[in-house]
């Protein structure tokens, strides 16, 4: 069987309860955690090969990788009091 190899950027981020979330911007939708950034590393790969598969199977495009530069900063709004 013939392979074809995608590869994704992902962002990883300090979860609330220790370890790391992550997520794709390129698959909306796609979350998947770890307790280090190791297993997090292999979270990632497989919600991303099971995404794949799902939009293989319906017949769905895969998009392209979004290679992008993350910029941190604080917004700060302002809501009124009840």
Avoid: S, W
Avoid at 30 to 41: D, F, Q, S
Wanted: aromatic fraction near 4%; include cysteine.
């Amino acid at each position: 069987m013939r392979t074809r190899r995608y590869t994704f950027t992902v962002l990883i981020e300090p979860g609330e309860d220790r370890g790391y979330v992550v997520t794709c911007p390129a698959l909306p939708g796609l979350v998947t955690e770890g307790r280090n950034l190791k297993e997090a590393r292999v979270m990632a790969g497989e919600a991303i090969l099971g995404y794949l598969e799902a939009l293989r199977k319906a017949r769905l495009p895969i998009p392209r990788d979004k290679d992008i530069e993350a910029v941190k900063e604080k917004v700060t709004v302002a809501l009124a009091a009840v």
